[in-house]
């Protein structure tokens, strides 16, 4: 139970705790809908589901940072966040305004903060 | 030889997987993966993997949180902690495989068809394939998101190779603006995809529900903002067909 990468190589470490756990929601997703019209009811609901964790996995990203990103104080990364949605709005829904000047905001949000 | 068919004349798979190459180039993904794989890329340099290990991670894992954990913990940590991080951080996929296959499938797809798109579902090619095969027919659309899925894919591969040398030279503010991308782009495309009041009650409840859920501590944060906003955006919105 205590067994560490030590003993049995990265390689082997990479597919036995990296891609089979990942990998086997993926595998459940596929066995679940065999033979599911994509007009169900269910796969309606399954897909808000998936469009709400998506939105968890934003939230997380922005407000609990891990590596680089956690030295970066959270009233910037939330900041950066809106300055680049306005921007996307402001620019008629354009992706790449709102990404350029969200991106943008962060760095200089960072640098003036001294990073 | 194929049916002759009442609509459109069906293009060959090969053309409607260049389609879907062509579809990863323009997307805002494609410089978006770049960018974030660099910076993951640069953090296996810094805990000394081999830059083999990297790219196999990316082409195998294919999911920017599970390889963010698995790079910082493999060293420190037991196998069993690794590999329960790794399972918790990946729920998604089951909701996202599942909500998307029934749109791909055509019929005479066979269920072995739907295991390469299986695997290349992942935020990036999940939120541009749904939207833009849905649009094509039924016939291409496999074809299509695997084409959209390789590109996307390897744009990924290739940064993680290029952060994994870069590494170095990259100065912090610049790690960190790299690791910026991938929540902009969610949000923006996000924002541009919700044009139902389902996909965007969904969308805006998760982002209210995830602090809430996060703050009590109940772990498994991400699966409970799912099924929570999820389902509540889902009855709001049969009441609405409902009242109509």
Known sequence: MSATMAEIGPYLALILVGFLPNEVWRVLGLVLVRGLDERSQFIVWVRAVATAMLAGVLAQLILASSGALAAVPLWVRIGAAAVGLLAFFAARRSVFAGVAAGVGAFVLGAYLMGY | ?244
Do not use: C
């Open chain 2, 1 to 244: 030889m194929s049916e002759p068919s009442a609509e459109s004349p069906p293009k060959s798979a090969a053309k409607a997987f260049a389609d879907g190459l062509r579809s990863a180039f323009g997307s805002v993904f494609f410089y978006v993966l770049l960018g974030n794989y660099l910076g993951i890329g640069a953090l296996a340099h810094e805990f000394n993997f081999s830059v083999l290990w990297m790219v196999l991670s990316t082409i195998l894992i294919w999911a920017a949180p599970a390889q963010l954990i698995l790079i910082s913990t493999l060293g420190t940590s037991t196998l069993i902690e690794v590999a329960i991080a790794v399972t918790l951080s990946s729920v998604r996929f089951l909701p996202m495989v599942a909500g998307l296959l029934p749109t791909l499938r055509a019929e005479g797809t066979r269920q072995r068809d739907l295991v390469l798109p299986m695997h290349f579902t992942a935020i990036s090619v999940w939120v541009e394939g749904l939207r833009l095969a849905g649009l094509l027919p039924r016939a291409e659309r496999v074809a299509f998101y695997n084409g959209l899925g390789t590109g996307l894919m390897f744009s990924a591969a290739v940064a993680s190779a290029g952060g994994y040398y870069l590494a170095a030279t990259l100065p912090p503010l610049l790690a960190a603006a790299l690791l910026f991308f991938t929540p902009m782009a969610v949000l923006m495309v996000s924002a541009r995809n919700s044009r139902t009041l389902l996909d965007g009650l969904s969308f805006g409840l998760g982002l209210v529900v995830w602090p809430a859920v996060a703050a009590m501590k109940l772990g498994l944060e991400l699966m409970w903002t799912g099924l929570i906003a999820g389902t509540i955006a889902y009855v709001v919105h049969r009441v609405r067909e409902g009242v109509r």
